[in-house]
DNA sequence: ATGATATATTTAGTCCGCTAAATATATACG
DNA sequence: CGTATATATTTAGCGGACTAAATATATCAT
């Protein structure tokens, strides 16, 4: 009984997930964009100048990772790098005017795949959503 | 305001999400499967024999990977491929005594890894949960 | 029966994640 | 000073997802 009801969770939060990172994707593509690429911006229009370890960190995953998709928005002029100049291991990542032009149009997809996501769903829903989610993110740690 | 809170809604599934296929993956790897592959294995635990493309519509994923998903499992020898006997177009997907063999152990997996998931989170809150959820995942359609 | 269309799968190539190992630089300790 | 260790990044290579295009077979309509 609850069993089929936790797994229904799990693999709803997976088609849930999966399927916005799809559709979002496909929405990018037309900004130039890769999915995943729009977060580490984002990061970035708080603040350029960071290193790709500050980026590892905010973004949750690998160095390798930070690496290749530093590359290939360096390849579309979205960002540059520059090396520090007082510690040469580190490589420091800024926006191009080309990269800064992005933050409004992602908003704008961004705003409305997470309309998308919660219409219908009620403002007191939402608030005790978060907080379920919040309590299952920590559970992860 | 509100978007604050619909802010965190998305990318707090998003980090769900990601954690969790990571550890899940992790854990799978001492059974020699990659995530996704459970997945896959699963439906062939419910009924085996079925083609590529009805993999695809249960994976939720397209044909190409299908492809790549079979013939890893196939070179692990967890899975047969046979080509149909009517319609040489198709290929129809069969387990091997070591893929039925794997069925107990990844349920045991997928159980820890869904207690761990929803810690603390009482039934009422789960079938709550859930509703919403499912909302979220028709609202993607 | 033949030519056009539809279906199932594969191939090639991309990005996002990862791990393991290499490289380069910095720092700490004897 | 010089060696050992720590830190930042890159390289190589893999699996999961994708798209676009190729291949093979089946079916449908003329």
Redesign the interface.
Known sequence: M?DT??????Q?????????RR?YSESLRELNLYVGQDNLLSRLWSGDGITQMQLCEHL?CEPPTVTNMVKSLEQNQFIYRKRDEHDARIMRIFLTDKGKALEEPVAVK?KR?????????L?E??????R??????S??L
């Open positions: 609850a009801v936790d797994c229904d969770i799990r709803s939060l997976d088609r849930i997930s999966s399927r916005m559709d949750k961004w795949q997470q309309e998308k996501l919660l219409d219908s769903i403002p829903e939402r608030l005790l959503l978060r379920l989610l919040k309590q299952m993110e559970n992860l």
